[in-house]
């Protein structure tokens, strides 16, 4: 199977559960870790920062994104990052389902993207189902959040410190909690 044949079955939410699939993902797995091992285990000036990303992600990233490792990823290559992101320390991206993060998009520490999650009758419990994490333009998300497969959060969104984020969170709005919860709209003269 080809990095392209997952991406592709992947975008349909199909079972991951085949020998060919669990091998190509063993394999991105082994090199996520050795470009992460690199990122995490030195100094790295920002620029030297974006070429690891985007060798990681095996696309550029914008001059613009900004890093303060240490970064995990078990996949990398189904991470889609916009112009003026940070991404702050000790976050980390299950990305196997995608995970794409607009334009202006603030990530606090130690925030978790996971995009997978396992089916729940115990003998098939190893096979894993995939959806992607959107955030729009502007979002912000709060340390300790974890985002979970399948969620949407429009722009502007703000994800508080510490929320578990089960389904999409509007535009303009503020959710926190665990589960996350609507708290609130953001006023106009609040948003960019």
Same mark, same amino acid.
């Given at each position: 199977?080809?990095?392209? /044949?997952?991406?592709?079955?992947? @975008?349909?939410?199909?079972? !991951?559960?085949?020998?060919?699939? #669990?091998? !190509? ?6 090199? @996520? ?14 620029? /030297? ?17 900004? !890093?303060?490792?240490?970064? #995990? ?40 993207? @996971? ?11 190893? +096979?894993?189902?995939? @959806? $992607? ?14 985002? !979970?497969?399948?969620?949407?959060? =429009? ?6 410190? =510490?929320?578990? +984020? ?7 709005? +503020?959710? =926190?909690?665990? $589960? ?8 106009? =003269?609040?948003?960019?």
């Amino acid at each position: 199977m080809t990095l392209d /044949e997952f991406l592709n079955h992947v @975008a349909t939410g199909g079972a !991951l559960n085949t020998s060919e699939i #669990y091998r !190509l993902m063993d394999k991105m797995s082994d090199e @996520a870790r050795r470009v992460t091992c690199e990122i995490n285990n030195a100094y790295h000036s920002q620029e /030297e920062l974006r070429a690891l990303m985007s060798h990681l992600l095996g696309k550029p990233v914008d001059e613009t994104f900004k !890093l303060f490792p240490p970064f #995990y990823t078990d996949f990398g290559k189904n991470i889609t990052i916009g112009r003026n992101v940070f991404i702050n320390a000790c976050c980390h991206f299950q990305d196997h389902g995608g995970v794409t993060i607009g334009d202006g998009c603030l990530i606090g520490h130690n925030v978790v993207f @996971a995009t997978l999650d396992h089916d729940m009758a115990p003998e098939k419990r190893s +096979v894993m189902y995939p @959806a $992607p994490i959107r955030l729009g333009k502007n979002v912000w998300v709060g340390s300790n959040s974890t985002i !979970l497969r399948g969620v949407t959060v =429009g722009d502007n969104a703000i994800i508080a410190a =510490g929320a578990v +984020v089960t389904k999409d969170v509007a535009a303009n709005t +503020v959710v =926190g909690g665990v $589960p996350a919860r609507y708290i609130r709209n953001i006023d106009e =003269g609040e948003r960019q």
